[in-house]
């Protein structure tokens, strides 16, 4: 098997899918212009996507009741703490940050609560 894409059902859609691709590096691959407005967003690799939808009849990702360890994005950083300054001034909040010889990892809040996390790794995955 292979990894497609890994899906939310979230809130202020539109909002969310500019400040990503803003913020965040990530493209548009498909984007769908009427509800549930699902949209494929892809890293820099192409590889790795994210599903955005809205479909307020069902369950909404509600990530301000969860502890970022449930549930996170992770991006590679090659400078942590800068990308932490950049995106907690465009309305990202600082959660906690862990640095050790060759690690900083940077978990942070993006402007609607989603928990999203900067890994610097000595040694990248």
């Given at each position: 098997?292979?990894?497609?894409?890994?899906?939310?059902?979230?809130?202020?859609?539109?909002?969310?899918?500019?400040?990503?691709?803003t913020?965040?590096?990530?493209?548009?691959?498909?984007?769908?212009?009427?509800?549930?407005?699902?949209?494929?967003?892809?890293?820099?690799?192409?590889?790795?996507?994210?599903?955005?939808?809205?479909?307020?009849?069902?369950p909404?990702?509600?990530?301000?009741?969860?502890?970022?360890a449930?549930?996170?994005?992770?991006?590679?950083?090659?400078?942590?703490?800068?990308?932490?300054?950049?995106?907690?001034?465009?309305?990202?909040?600082?959660?906690?940050?862990?640095k050790?010889?060759?690690?900083?990892?940077?978990?942070?809040?993006?402007?609607?609560?989603?928990?999203?996390?900067?890994?610097?790794?000595?040694?990248?995955?």
């Open positions: 098997m292979v990894f497609e894409h890994f899906a939310l059902n979230i809130t202020d859609i539109h909002k969310r899918v500019d400040w990503f691709v913020h965040l590096g990530l493209t548009v691959v498909v984007g769908q212009e009427k509800p549930p407005f699902m949209t494929f967003l892809a890293d820099s690799t192409g590889r790795v996507m994210l599903e955005l939808y809205q479909k307020p009849e069902e909404l990702s509600n990530f301000e009741e969860r502890h970022p449930t549930f996170h994005v992770a991006f590679v950083s090659d400078d942590a703490e800068a990308d932490k300054q950049r995106l907690v001034a465009e309305g990202a909040t600082l959660v906690e940050e862990v050790r010889e060759g690690l900083h990892l940077v978990m942070l809040r993006d402007p609607w609560g989603m928990p999203l996390q900067l890994c610097k790794r000595a040694k990248k995955f």
